[in-house]
């Protein structure tokens, strides 16, 4: 994959998911800004991480999965025949739900990464762990500990872990899917806090079920919402679908959407 940088990191033009024969998100249209943090909301099933999977291409390890319509990162179709899954996921990282470090020293969490990318030298090894700790606020509280187990650390340390394991091969773009629901309120404001330094760095896209963390952090806001249909034999069909993409600030003062404002007052969800 080159290098085309412009405005938007993503381009999403009438993407649809499916899982099998069912869809699963529909008809997407969207545009993701560089280096801004975008957050994805919406009532759970309404696809926000099954969208967020689609820029990577995570959902390509779920079997019968399958992505129609145009996915575009840096101008370039991702789905195209000639792109390498593995550089995409490595261009575009994924930081989890649950936070899983590898049970490996804090260290080797880290260089597992560059050593699969062909860094041998322990010199260069010991730079880039220590600078993707210290980018993801961790180097102080672990610089004594390396060779303890990753395992061993807090939640909310781990999950910081996971970043610094992510940024260690040097993406693009930073996933975050419901990076802080296993997290207590002050590891939760932690990470807040980190997404806001790397984002001059990165781009950074978040699926969250928490509107106050959506506020708090991101520049703009996606709402996904649920369509549901009776089939033959009273079977319901249900699919996710985009409502509306805006600036934050304007998403939670003044939605286009009677749909997102209803969302938004706990109505639903």
Known sequence: MTQVLGAHAFELRNMNVYY???????????SIQRQ?????IGPSGCGKSTVLRSLNRMNDLIPGARVTGDVRFQQQD????NIDPVEVRRRIGMVFQKPNPFPKSIYDNIAYGPRLLGVRSRHVLDEIV?????????????????????LALSGGQQQRLCIARTVAVEPEVILMDEPCSALDPIATQAIEELMKELVKQYTIVIVT?????????????AFYSIRKEEEHGGKEKRWGLLIENAPTNKLFAQPDSEE??????????
Do not use: C
Not at 20 to 30: P, Q, R, S, T
Not at 36 to 40: E, G, L, M, N, V
Not at 78 to 81: C, E, S
């Open 20 to 30: 099998g024969d069912k869809l699963a998100v529909k008809d997407v249209n969207l």
């Open 260 to 269: 997102t404002e209803r969302y938004i007052r706990g109505e639903f969800g």
């Open 78 to 81: 991702l789905y195209a025949p």
């Open 130 to 150: 220590e600078g993707s700790l210290r980018r993801a606020y961790l180097w102080d509280e672990v610089k004594d500990d390396l060779k303890k187990s990753g």
């Open 36 to 40: 801004k943090i975008t957050a994805f």
């Open 209 to 221: 079920h928490n509107m106050q963390q959506a506020q708090r952090v991101s520049d703009f806001t």
